[in-house]
């Protein structure tokens, strides 16, 4: 409860709150806003922002209305972060629980493939995944979960070492507890805090290595999103340079959005480290 | 020789993690669909089964999966990539033809974003909690939010487009016969652009890694004690602070130098540069898989002898970890 006051008391959490309720918003009234498929065509291609009160934020090479691909944008954008963060933090809670509880040699064999995938440039793995599996929206969220998981692992594992000699711990063997009891019901709930923090960073990276997937025209082209749309417009871009200036503001924002919320859960769970 | 020892020890540490990494690679290809000799006949526009297994034979794509790994370490050993059947010439030597351009770029982004995180963070934390720090701050949340592709198209419309200021894109004007210095001017015009790109990204995680550790460093007590001793403020953030929080943005050079790799696939494309990154966009694009893996290779060695050079700056700023 005090964390949430705290929370909700700090400009740069609520700056960032506001920010992904609009973006949220957006994602649940596009189909309602526009009911049409937003990859159709809906108009004459490349009108003005403004020009047209149909179109009010224009049209794109392909005659499709931006508002739409934008608002329809917002759902991949969200969905592909969430469902891509929930994927690489299981993994990397997992791989880094059962590390730092037992440590040994299952710590050593862990820490070795959490450090191979960190050796590895994470948008060429990516890139690898894609190559070999295809880019369909599902497998690219997949890979994307892949991808991102080693930080997230090495943070578990941090926080599980520390732990894991705590009197608490000591008492549960004690009285005969099982390990996976210890590990999920005990020892995890208390290394979860800056675990959850680190998402926020996770969810970031994972909406800017789709937004990048995407424009490069890797990702889903059955999938209206901004990066694709940013991509598309690079051949207008000298004369109609708004086909990719708009979409990029909204990942900027979305992005923004998440970091800043990770930013003030760190700071209503440190308060400590705030008045520095 | 200690010195020399714990160098030795931490290449040999690595080893093991470029194991993992090639039989991962190696996996990954056998899930591929379709192997070399179905891209090569898909080449030549069709062929008959029977030419189809004497091609994979000759490959040698018929022996077991075991076989074939040991075969693949081996021949990576010796740097054998394989054959880009899309180049028409062995991969290393398309990927060495890319490398400099990539390396140039990492080497100058990554400068600008230290040199720029360390500045601004210095003035952020001197002035924390004050409008500096502020706005400071603000920005760097801001260039940590923009996606690098969008921010580097952005700059062609302002830079290239409507002031005409710097060029679009190109490593350096094609047909101009610039030579020597001449030359060299020509491209860090040229570079401009894409390095601020890449950099600003990235100066942003430098400026607050480098805020947190300027206001850690600045509560521990040698700095009490400097400054008890009456040393003016100036000196002892420059002579004490300054020093001791430069460690953690040298780890952080080793940490994001593959996020930094991979942030050169966009900024290669969006700016068409002939480096890596691109090189690894046009191979999932031509589908050569060799290439692709070719690349994940070198910049995992390239990856790996980052963090080698951290580690050993590491030993030499702090006397400590090499004990």
């Known amino acids: 409860m005090q964390t949430l006051t705290r929370f909700l008391g700090n400009p740069v959490a609520l700056i960032g709150l506001v920010l992904l309720v609009l973006v949220t918003a957006m994602a649940l009234s596009a189909a309602s806003l526009f009911p049409n498929n937003p990859l159709d065509l809906a108009g004459r291609p490349l009108q003005w922002p403004l020009s047209n009160p149909r179109f009010w934020l224009g049209t794109d090479v392909q005659g499709r209305d931006i508002a739409a691909v934008m608002f329809y944008g917002a759902r991949v954008s969200l969905l592909i972060g969430v469902v891509a963060t929930l994927i690489a933090m299981t993994i990397g809670i997992l791989i880094g629980a059962l590390a730092g509880y037992y440590g040994g040699i299952a710590d050593e064999l862990l820490m070795r493939l959490t450090e191979a995938f960190q050796t590895l440039p994470n948008f060429l793995l990516l890139l690898v995944l894609v190559a070999v599996f295809g880019s369909d929206i599902k497998t690219v969220t997949i890979a994307i979960g892949l991808v991102s998981w080693p930080a997230s692992a090495r943070l578990t594992r941090a926080e599980f070492l520390s732990l894991r000699n705590r009197e608490f711990v000591e008492a549960c063997r004690t009285i005969g507890m099982r390990d996976m009891q210890i590990i999920f019901r005990e020892i995890l709930p208390n290394a979860l805090p800056p675990v959850i923090v680190y998402a926020s960073v996770v969810m970031a990276v994972a909406i800017l290595l789709e937004s990048a997937l995407a424009f490069l025209n890797l990702s889903d082209p059955n999938v209206p999103s901004w990066g694709n749309l940013i991509g598309g417009g690079r051949a207008v871009l000298r004369t109609q340079w708004y086909v990719s200036a708009i979409p990029g503001v909204a990942i900027l924002m979305t992005v923004l959005a998440v970091s800043l919320i990770g930013q003030g859960l760190n700071d209503a769970l440190n308060p400590r480290l705030k008045r520095r | ?323």
Not at chain 2, 243 to 269: D, H, I, K, Y
């Open chain 2, 1 to 323: 020789m200690r010195f020399f020892l714990f160098a030795i020890r931490r290449l040999a540490a690595s080893v093991p993690t470029l194991l993992i990494v090639l039989a991962g690679l190696f996996m990954l290809l056998q899930f591929a669909p379709g192997d070399t000799v179905d891209a090569l006949v898909a080449q030549m526009g069709g062929g008959d089964s029977a030419m189809m297994e004497q091609l994979r034979k000759y490959y040698g794509l018929d022996a077991t999966a075991t076989v074939q790994l040991i075969r693949y370490l081996t021949r990576l050993v010796r740097l054998d990539l394989g054959f880009s059947a899309i180049y028409g010439k062995p991969v290393i030597d398309v990927i060495l033809e890319r490398l400099p351009a990539t390396l140039l770029l990492m080497a100058s982004s990554l400068s600008f974003a230290f040199a720029g995180g360390l500045v601004l963070g210095v003035l952020a934390a001197r002035r924390v909690n004050q409008w500096p720090d502020g706005v400071i701050s603000t920005i760097g949340a801001i260039f940590y939010a923009t996606p690098a592709f969008w921010l580097g198209l952005m700059g062609i419309i302002i830079f290239a487009v409507n002031l005409r200021w710097l060029p679009a894109g190109g490593l350096e004007e094609i047909g101009s016969g610039h030579i020597g210095l001449r030359r060299a001017v020509d491209i860090v015009w040229h570079l401009a652009l894409p390095t601020a790109t890449l950099g600003l990204i990235f100066l942003a995680t430098y400026l607050r890694i480098m805020r947190a550790s300027m206001l850690e460093v600045m509560t521990l007590d040698f700095v009490r004690t400097a400054r008890a001793k009456g040393l003016a403020k100036a000196t002892v953030l420059r002579r004490h602070v300054l020093r001791n929080a430069l460690l953690p943005m040298v780890t952080l050079v080793g940490l994001q130098a593959g996020t930094m790799l991979g942030g050169s696939v966009v900024v290669e494309s969006v700016f068409a540069l002939p480096g890596l990154g691109r090189l690894a966009y046009e191979a999932v694009v031509q589908r050569d898989l060799n290439t692709l893996l070719g690349i994940v290779f070198v910049s995992a060695l390239l990856v790996i002898c980052v963090n080698f050079l951290v580690d050993i700056l590491y030993a030499r700023l702090d006397p400590r970890i090499a004990n």
